[in-house]
């Protein structure tokens, strides 16, 4: 008898965006694709920034409460700094996953000459681990693991792929693949049903969902609908390389102003108030400012 197929009832493409850019922070460009008005949330997902910004460009000291974000590099690099203490560079392939919990007030810039480009996604947290105390994951590039099959490489920054496994530890249950497809490749990738799924195209044009679906080229955002996994193909001349992210819905209400994603208006305006005082996670705030000493407005 034949093998079974990993997956067995497709996800389907049931939306589809075009990343257009825009500016954010001082200076810098992105092409946000969730956390826009037409996809103000997609559950747990808060935003997806393609980022492009160069020196003097950049995210200075600002605030964050409530979920986490994951920055993965994908040319130049960046230089975080924390109130904490925490330092350092994230370079290209590089990943930091930031639980800001209960308070961070942190820059981002530039750390190399010319353009420096990376993805940002915002994951909120439950309301049980809003609260949580700040922690950072790290890995370099070199760290990363990869597999590759019959024309599939995959980088696995979080969950499993083609059988390996990130050692990523994800509060609210996720799955982050970075798929380069040669010309003919075809997919196949399990992902959990319950989960809600996104695809977002980085290079070349690729099929997703169905055979017969259109090309899809770069700096598109597509939401897959029900189903066990995601099938795509390759059937252009040139590589193709996309990111499938996946994750547990919580199901919960959210409030949100700027950097604080909590449960409810009161909690927001408590935040605000804990971060004017310099409180409740906030308390190192009060004398901290990074080498940057431009702050944001949010």
């Not at 959990?192 to 017969?212: D, R, T």
Request: aromatic fraction near 10%.
């Amino acid at each position: 008898m034949p093998e079974r197929e990993v997956v067995q009832k497709p996800r389907l493409v049931v939306r589809k965006f075009l990343a257009r850019p825009q500016h954010e922070g001082v200076g810098a460009v992105v092409r946000r694709s969730i956390g826009r008005f037409e996809l103000k949330y997609f559950d747990p997902f808060l935003v997806l920034d393609e980022f492009s910004v160069s020196a003097p460009a950049g995210f200075p000291d600002h605030p964050h409460r409530g979920f986490e974000t994951v920055t993965y590099m994908l040319q130049g690099a960046v230089t975080h700094e924390d109130f904490e203490g925490h330092k350092g560079t994230i370079g290209a392939g590089d990943l930091q996953w930031m639980t800001a919990g209960r308070g961070i007030v942190h820059s981002e810039m530039p750390a190399a000459q010319g353009t420096q480009k990376g993805l940002q996604l915002w994951i909120n947290l439950s309301s049980k681990h809003k609260m949580t105390e700040p922690k950072y994951q790290e890995m370099l590039s070199k760290d990363i693991a990869e597999a590759a099959k019959d024309g599939v490489k995959v980088r696995v920054i979080a969950g499993e792929a083609l059988g390996t496994k990130s050692p990523i530890y994800t509060r609210t249950p996720t799955m982050y693949l970075d798929f380069t497809l040669k010309s003919g490749a075809i997919l196949q990738q399990p992902i959990q049903i319950s989960w809600n799924a996104f695809v977002y195209v980085l290079e070349g044009e690729g099929i997703f969902g169905s055979p017969k679906s259109l090309p899809v080229t770069a700096h598109h955002l597509l939401l897959l609908g029900s189903g066990d996994g995601l099938e795509a193909w390759n059937k252009s001349s040139k590589p193709l390389r996309f990111i499938l992210i996946g994750g547990e819905p919580l199901g919960e209400p959210i409030t949100q102003y700027g950097p604080f994603v909590m449960n409810t208006q009161e909690e927001i305006d408590q935040t605000i108030d804990d971060f004017d005082n310099c409180v409740n996670g906030f308390e190192k705030a009060r004398h901290w400012s990074s080498g940057d000493a431009l702050s944001l407005d949010f």
